[in-house]
């Protein structure tokens, strides 16, 4: 079983570049039954998927924020990233990692399994 | 992009009796493999999402089978046979047909009566 676990910030102020790291510490992040990606919860709301990347380093991103996130991977360290340009409050949320099973392989094409999640807050 | 429609938007059920919740996708999430890629997650309170359901009816590893999901073409249910107090949460559908570009359902809240 997959065990994935987030890092951030926490307290950010607006206009600011928002950092995430996830690290897989069971598990191989070149594992191809998975694909790894990003989703968020803004406080009291629901989720919203953010970016995706396959361990070779293929891409993916949710279109309302195509222009302001990156996704990355960093198989050396088993783990991947993102980085969300121009933060703002509407930023601030709950940002989980998550494992998806690869449709490809017969896996779920849903998310497996899920970090814990780190808070992040924008504010001035 | 295919917008997911949940319903209820709160449910409030009696423990033992059963619950059911419904999520309508804008059009089929039919992945061009075939397979309808359609997921339930449960979210308790201050906890990740967890995912139940995947492929529209395929339990996932450990998931208890008073849960079950079924629909095909754009009307899905998720049904809790008896409804335990674990089961409290926020539960949302998924939709992957354009795999691994995805979209979330509202949610639905799951409260004891």
Redesign the interface.
């Known amino acids: 079983q997959l065990q994935l676990q987030e890092s951030g910030p926490g307290l950010m102020k607006p206009s600011e570049t928002l950092s995430l790291t996830c690290i897989v510490s069971v598990g191989s992040i070149k594992n191809s039954d998975y694909?790894w990606?990003w989703?968020r919860q803004s406080p009291g709301k629901?989720?919203?998927?953010l970016a995706?990347i396959?361990w070779i380093g293929s891409t993916?991103y949710?279109?309302s924020l195509q222009n302001r996130v990156v996704i990355s991977v960093d198989t050396s360290n088993n783990r991947f990233s993102l980085k969300l340009t121009s933060v703002t409050a509407a930023d601030s949320g709950t940002y989980?990692c998550a494992a998806?099973?690869n449709?490809?392989h017969y896996g779920?094409?849903?998310?497996?399994y899920?970090?814990?999640?780190t808070l992040v807050s924008v504010s001035s | 992009d295919i917008v997911l429609t949940q319903t209820p938007l709160s449910s409030p059920v009696t423990l033992g009796q059963p619950a059911s919740i419904s999520c309508y996708a804008s059009q089929s999430p039919v992945h061009s493999d075939g397979n309808t890629y359609l997921s339930w997650l449960q979210q308790r309170p201050g906890h990740p999402p967890r995912l139940l359901i995947y492929k529209v009816s395929e339990r996932f590893s450990g998931v208890p089978d008073r849960f079950s999901g079924t629909g095909a073409g754009t009307q899905f249910t998720l049904k809790i046979s008896k409804v335990e107090v674990e089961d409290v949460g926020t539960y949302y559908c998924m939709q992957a047909a354009r795999f691994p570009r995805l979209t979330f359902g509202g949610g639905t809240k799951l409260e004891i009566e």
């Open positions: 694909y990606g989703v629901g989720l919203e998927w995706t396959f993916f949710n279109p989980y998806s099973g449709p490809y779920s094409a849903s998310f497996d899920w970090g814990q999640g």
